[in-house]
T-cell receptor
């Protein structure tokens, strides 16, 4: 079975500061890992994905994430936050045998001017 | 724009009623997924179809059912509605097979309010 834990339901950063959103996963088989972003009143947009190739994954809008098997983590980072990054971010896991996504509870990112 | 369309955008209905939510996948995608997003349960997988066949089931209530038609669009039917069914319902699609078959693209959602 798979599960995802996102630490911190709310994260607040200043504009220009580093963004770090934490995600830990549990999976009995090699996982596929994803980060999605949800802007208010919109659907989910795929930011980036890990599928057992490079452990450092680059996504859209300057975000990247690193897969660390030893720590069962897939944290999302961005060097410099923009006001437009304010949204809710979801980490999700699936596997090669089951494409259904198991989501974390989400982290709301607030960006202060 | 993900290429996944959902109708209607909003639905307001009364308890005990039945509604149908519709989803059209991205062009070329064979797999459709339904998810429910609510404040207390978060984002939960409901069901997956691949090329017309049910492939996986999640926490879907017996009052809910879905199907995927030959033209690959899908419908989610919710019956005997309760207040607790109020939520945002998302459809997602993926190729369902091949090297990127797992990548899911989400529609804008249908917001269901049960009064």
């Amino acid at each position: 079975a798979q599960s995802v834990t996102q630490l911190g339901s709310h994260v607040s950063v200043s504009e220009g500061a580093l963004v770090l959103l934490r995600c830990n996963y549990s999976s009995s088989v090699p996982p596929y890992l994803f980060w999605y972003v949800q802007y208010p009143n919109q659907g989910l947009q795929l930011l980036l994905k890990y599928t057992s190739a490079a452990t450092l994954v680059k996504g859209i809008n300057g975000f990247e994430a690193e897969f660390k098997k030893s720590e069962t983590s897939f944290h999302l980072t961005k060097p410099s936050a923009h006001m437009s990054d304010a949204a809710e971010y979801f980490c999700a896991v699936s596997t090669w045998s089951s494409y259904k996504l198991i989501f974390g509870s989400g982290t709301r990112l607030l960006v202060r001017p | 724009d993900s290429g996944v369309t959902q109708t209607p955008k909003h639905l307001i209905t009364a308890t005990g009623q039945r509604v149908t939510l519709r989803c059209s996948p991205r062009s070329g995608d064979l797999s459709v997924y339904w998810y429910q997003q609510s404040l207390d349960q978060g984002l939960q997988f409901l069901i997956q179809y691949y090329n017309g066949e049910e492939r996986a089931k999640g926490n879907i209530l017996e009052r809910f059912s879905a199907q995927q038609f030959p033209d690959l669009h899908s419908e989610l039917n919710l019956s005997s509605l309760e207040l607790g069914d109020s939520a945002l319902y998302f459809c997602a699609s993926s190729a369902g097979t091949g090297p990127n078959g797992y990548e899911q693209y989400f529609g804008p959602g249908t917001r269901l309010t049960v009064t």
